[in-house]
């Protein structure tokens, strides 16, 4: 069970895992943005594909959910997005459940899983499918060699737990803080206790939910985490750039620069650990 | 009961389909389902009985309609939940469930409304309870519906507007699940109908199961049998399944599911746009806000836009286990458009004295158009009063040649 690619980005012990909407706000301007991601230092990128009612978002990646839609982004424009992309780091795509279950002639998710090994993918993270409904795209994950990714919250505890890590391969997606997804001016306190938790599963575990600074990057990581996920961050950069009609290449620019400043947080709170790590 | 599930499952439909954040909450309500309304721990249906027949005014009757009888040459009884306090079916869910949030220990109360009735109820039970309450509800809907949204802030609840998306139910709802998610550890999220995941379409059922208990058993003393079949409207489903529970299992009794055909059943893939919210009739099947169930979407899974003259029933999705009936074939899924309902209305209004919920015409509009197919005994759900909609049906019947309808034009300038 599992790929390789994503074992390999985690190795380091610090890796930086970036999200964007794919197409958001248009297609070619989100294959820039994505390409300056793994020029700022990305290992991993989640890749979203928009589905139109994104329960587990927050406003910010709901409107980015919202552009991208409008701008015509669909299952089998999200493969050729990522046959678009010139990156070598592994792509994780982050979808809601019903988009994958509908893919292809065929009931269920095979099809869609398929499709996406067939352009390269290496991964799901699939916000609205806890572990109970998760074997069917699971058989399909194991089949074609990709990874099924598992958020764990604050509130996961005791058989859940056991239930996600019997199923989770790639890296297991640690939720900061209860609620939905969005840039916070601090890092939760909820972090430390879910890092506890899932000490004893051997599975990279990569924090996510409120991330914005190198700080905050440095911080998580120091506290134990194998990777940062952020994505509100990123995102509002290219809102930010979208509204006001900047170039592409300038927004460009502020996403490697951004992508940097997180991933040298992460690299930060890596070394902090290092004396730990030899000692044990 | 017509089915209790434990697994959550309704033949292919139903399950939990949720973020994580919220699992343990729902395994939390499942346990609660269990323990306190299937086998009534600490007399916790004991306390909702009683609640329903003090607060709530139940029994409602079941009254013959002598002027419809007439009419359609058939004996034609109305379940009069429009009597029940607030004026719809809703209070028999939003009491149960704001009840058991009590019981477990929760502090906070969220809910989601399209036409306000869910809202209205869940403000009315949550004021009589004692607990803080905050509706969510799409800016077009608080639009379209101004009284409730007063009887909502009237009872304490605040109304959070939402304005992403159209602004009807569908956005309604996934903004409360965000809330629910953020506030978890001491909030109850009441579903306003038998959707979202296990265990709400089994309980809200089971609370809205009353209304055929008592229909069955009215039935049996007025005709001394049961009716050949019973009508209600389906938006998301409780009404229609809280009509039919106790029926399911009385296989001479038709049952039947009228959707709103809206304006058209065709669909505007394009657009992403469907002109009805006919979801059993005319939706396929996907998973949408916890369960998997039928659904207007369009070929890649998006969810479509629906539409409905009434915003009671204007929602993309239905409850699992009434599509798994449908789909089994002892439920009949039809449709009527907005403009037989509207009639319906204008013709109920008049030939019975009551005036029914936009919703509920429907269910009027099929038996109109379909009356001599149904048998010698109907029994119709009359799922809530249409005071809520009169500045629609206003607005509405102005734009249609509607002949039994009064003259609008003097609502509009005086009398």
Known sequence: MGNPALDAAFEGGAAFVPYLAAGDPDFDSSVEYVEALERGGADVIELGLPFSEPIAEGPTIQNAVVRSLEGGMTPDRFFEFVEALDVDVPLVCMTYYNLIYRYGAEEGPRPFVEKAAEVGLSGFVVPDLPAEEADPLREACDEFGLDLVFIVAPTTTGDRLDRIMDRVSGYVYVQARLGVTGAQDDVSGQTASSLDRLSEYDVPKAVGFGIKTGDHAERIVAGGADGIIVGSALVDIVAEGHENGDDVGAVASRLEEKARELKQGAERGFAQRAPEAERT | ?415
């Open chain 2, 1 to 415: 009961m017509s089915e209790t599930t434990f697994d959550g499952k309704f033949g292919d439909y139903g399950g939990q389909y949720v973020p994580e954040a919220l699992m343990p909450a729902i395994e939390e309500l499942n346990d609660a389902y269990q323990r306190y309304v299937l086998e009534n721990e600490d007399g916790f249906m004991d306390e909702f009985r009683r609640r329903l027949r003090d607060f709530g005014g139940r029994p409602t009757p079941t009254q013959h309609a002598e002027r419809l009888s007439e009419r359609y040459g058939c004996e034609v009884y109305l379940k009069r939940e429009d009597l029940l306090h607030g004026g719809a079916h809703k209070l028999n869910n939003a009491l149960g469930q704001v009840l058991l949030a009590k019981y477990m220990g929760k502090e906070r109360i969220v809910a989601e409304t399209g036409a306000g009735q869910h809202g209205t109820a869940t403000a009315m039970a949550a004021a009589h309870l004692d607990m803080p309450c905050e509706v969510y509800m799409g800016e077009r809907d608080i639009n379209r519906q101004r009284p409730n949204v007063f009887r909502m802030r009237l009872n304490g609840s605040e109304v959070n507007p939402v304005t992403v998306g159209r602004g009807t139910l569908k956005e309604a709802i996934s903004e409360t699940m965000r809330d629910w998610a953020t506030n978890v550890e001491n909030t109850h999220y009441v579903i306003g109908s038998v959707v979202g995941p296990h265990p709400f379409p089994a309980m809200v059922r089971d609370f809205q199961s009353v209304i055929s208990e008592e229909a069955r058993a009215q039935m049996r003393e007025k005709t001394d049998g049961l009716p050949d079949a019973v009508l209600a409207c389906a938006g998301g489903g409780s009404n229609t399944m809280g009509a039919f529970a106790e029926f399911v299992d009385d296989e001479g009794v038709g049952l039947y599911a009228v959707e709103a055909g809206g304006s058209s059943l065709d669909v505007d893939e394009e657009a992403g746009v469907a002109p009805n919210s006919a979801s059993l009739s005319t939706g396929s099947e996907g998973v949408l806000h916890g369960a998997r169930t039928k659904l207007l979407q369009d070929g890649d899974g998006q969810i479509m836009e629906s539409h409905s003259v009434s915003s009671g029933l204007d929602y993309a999705g239905v409850g699992p286990e009434l599509a798994h009936l449908v789909d089994e074939g002892r439920v009949t899924a039809v449709n009527v458009d907005d403009d037989a309902a509207l009639t319906a209305f204008h013709r109920l209004s008049q030939l019975e004295g009551v005036i029914p919920a936009l919703e509920t015409a429907h269910a009027f509009a099929y038996l109109e158009e379909h009356a001599d197919e149904l048998g010698e005994t109907v029994l119709v759900n009359v799922s809530g009063r249409g005071d809520k909609d009169l500045e629609s049906v206003i607005e509405e019947t102005s734009k249609r040649d509607i002949d039994i309808a009064p003259d609008m034009d003097a609502f509009a300038g005086g009398f």
